[in-house]
């Protein structure tokens, strides 16, 4: 058997099933069911939502013998209607993300609810909720399997499905290009000779590099608002104040700060500096004093080795 005969009887057997989606078969959806059925990899009797006029639906399109519904995969049993406990809810978003069609409408941290005209009655909005607030009652009375469901409602599941399948996708492909994005962002600045500190942050793994990042972008800022008045009061002819009477306990701060920054990568090492070369600004904010050293005179962030003695 071709390819395309394959993919031709896997639509057509696909046309046959109820499309509730319900993974009860073994498989993540309907349609993967189907490409089994087809290429002998899955029984026909495997889909409970279909029940005994189900599995007589298949058996007589592959031409094969009437055979029972297999226990192992479920019961033939009335539709069911997933029912949110609106009182219980804790709007934790698990059961809309759970659902195969778009049934369950709501927010984060916000009450949700099921559209009962669109639920397929699948259960897998059952086992993630975590406070037990949903129900799923029998709706059809004693009608079961395709008894209690009809083609046109298949159809428009299985349309519901396809879309949410795509959007999936598409939100992936989202989130993807913008990891990339950020990468690429991040290789490229320091490419260009930018030091790690200073880069934009990458994508955080976590939640720590994510606050490591926000504070790298923090001491940032704070070092251009310094740079930015040094320049302005060397414009003017303004020296640094009390440079030479710095007491011990200010110091120390001002040595802690750098020594923060150094670790951050936003500072170069002592020896590194120039002897000429005045310190980075941000430890005097560090120790609540102004920011207001011009170029070529020493500042209280000055490496102990060059500080001017006390």
Known sequence: MTVTELKTLADRIEDLLPQTQCTKC??????????????GEANYNQCPPGGAEGVARLAALLGKPLIPLNSANGVERPRPLAVIDEQLCIGCTLCMQACP?????????????????????????????????ISMPPVTGEATGWDAWSQPLADAAR????????????????????VAARRSSAGATTAA????????????ASAADDAEAKKRAIIQAALERARKKKEELAAKGQGPLNTEQVSEDVQAQIDAAEAR???????????????????DEPANEAAGKPADAPAGNPTPSTPASTRNPR
Do not use: W
Not at 113 to 119: E, K, P, Q, S, Y
Not at 261 to 279: F, I
């Open 159 to 178: 349309e519901r499905h396809n879309r949410r399948d795509a959007r999936l996708a598409r939100e992936r492909e989202a989130a993807e290009a913008r």
């Open 261 to 279: 920054r150094r670790r951050l990568g936003l500072a170069e090492k002592p020896s590194e500096k120039l002897a000429d070369e005045p310190a």
């Open 101 to 133: 069609v778009d049934a369950i409408v709501g927010a984060p941290k916000q009450m949700h609810t099921v559209v009962a005209d669109l639920c397929t009655g699948c259960d897998l909005c059952v086992p993630p909720c975590p406070v037990d607030c």
């Open 26 to 39: 073994g498989f993540p959806a309907c349609r993967p069911y189907a490409e089994a059925v087809a290429c």
């Open 193 to 204: 000779g930018v030091p790690p500190g200073n880069a934009p942050a990458a994508s955080p």
